[in-house]
């Protein structure tokens, strides 16, 4: 006769036979749908290019060798690929800019709207959230009219007679940043205010009970405690900066490319498939490394707060 525990166990194989066979759709999904083009996107990075695009089925590295390096014309000597690094150095740049301006805008928005009444909050995050509805390229474009050389901003501050002629603001990192911030600030506002939410804030009014004024109860209360949306906050923003297309493709013009453009266009004019394949994988491995810093930096976090 079986006894309680081997009953026990085998009920616990058959519960886990069954979650498997309920989550086999959903896995199968994603092996097709995620797994599947990356594998795709890591053989052809390993393949020769073909005249014409697509690849020859022959195993080679220079796709992996044209990120960083190209070959002199004359004498077929390696050099750094400038334009590359400096585009990876862009990409990069920017990301960090724009994730910075998104907290500084993001968390003062959230902090606001996680102190209104609790009737009217609901009403707060719908404002916020209206820009999702719109799709992405016509926000873009909204943020082409403000800033261009006969847009709202030059032309305001010619009325007032601050400038006498257009600012070219079009075409530049300037005008990259800008669109990127007003694109993902609110990717940046909603999990900071998740965080501010759940803050105690009678921990505030203790703080200025011990005579700590605003910015130490800020630096020393406040920040610690929402952290956690703080870092969410900043990989939501991060990454999909690292790989946007629309926003450097209409606000800066062929010659400030991103990496998402320097991938599109390998794909496309360049025909270049196995450079695409290689850059697309580069930008993979740079988006991994963040969020292993991000892990690395979140458990030094924990047990130092244990």
């Given at each position: 006769m079986a006894t309680a525990r081997e009953i026990a166990e085998a009920a616990e194989r058959r519960d886990i036979r069954q979650r498997w066979l309920l989550?086999?759709?959903?896995?199968?999904?994603?092996?097709?749908?995620?797994?599947?083009?990356?594998?795709?996107?890591?053989v052809y990075?390993?393949?020769?290019?073909?005249?014409?695009?697509?690849?020859?089925?022959?195993?080679?590295?220079?796709?992996?060798?044209?990120?960083?390096?190209?070959?002199?014309?004359?004498?077929?000597?390696?050099?750094?690929?400038?334009?590359?690094?400096?585009?990876f150095w862009r990409s990069v740049k920017l990301s960090v800019i724009t994730t910075f301006l998104t907290l500084i805008f993001g968390f003062p928005t959230a902090f606001f709207i996680a102190t209104r009444p609790e009737r009217t909050r609901d009403l707060w995050?719908?404002?916020?959230?209206?820009?999702?509805?719109?799709?992405?390229l016509i926000r873009t474009f909204a943020i082409q009219e403000v800033i261009r050389n006969e847009g709202i901003a030059n032309t305001v501050l010619i009325k007032l007679g601050i400038i006498s002629q257009p600012i070219q603001m079009m075409f530049t990192d300037f005008a990259i940043m800008l669109g990127m911030t007003y694109v993902f600030l609110p990717l940046m506002v909603l999990p900071l205010y998740a965080s501010l939410e759940k803050l105690d804030f009678r921990l505030v009014e203790a703080g200025y009970d011990l005579y700590a004024n605003r910015f130490q109860v800020l630096r020393r209360i406040i920040i610690p405690l929402v952290k956690p949306g703080i870092i969410a906050g900043s990989i939501l923003v991060f990454i999909p900066c690292l790989g946007a297309y629309?926003?450097?493709?209409?606000?800066?013009?062929?010659?400030?490319?991103?990496?998402?453009?320097?991938?599109?266009?390998?794909?496309?004019?360049?025909?270049?498939?196995?450079?695409?394949?290689?850059?697309?994988?580069?930008?993979?491995?740079?988006?991994?490394?963040?969020?292993?810093?991000?892990?690395?930096?979140?458990?030094?976090?924990?047990?130092?707060?244990?």
């Open positions: 989550s086999a759709p959903a896995l199968v999904v994603i092996f097709f749908a995620g797994i599947g083009p990356l594998a795709i996107m890591v990075s390993f393949l020769e290019k073909s005249g014409y695009g697509g690849v020859v089925w022959k195993f080679s590295t220079a796709g992996w060798e044209s990120v960083f390096f190209q070959r002199d014309i004359f004498d077929d000597t390696l050099q750094f690929a400038d334009a590359h690094l400096s585009i995050l719908f404002l916020i959230t209206i820009p999702f509805w719109t799709n992405l629309v926003t450097p493709r209409v606000l800066g013009g062929g010659k400030n490319l991103m990496i998402g453009n320097l991938i599109e266009l390998q794909f496309g004019q360049g025909r270049n498939w196995p450079l695409g394949a290689a850059l697309s994988i580069t930008l993979l491995i740079i988006v991994v490394a963040a969020l292993l810093v991000y892990v690395r930096q979140a458990s030094k976090s924990g047990q130092r707060h244990g």
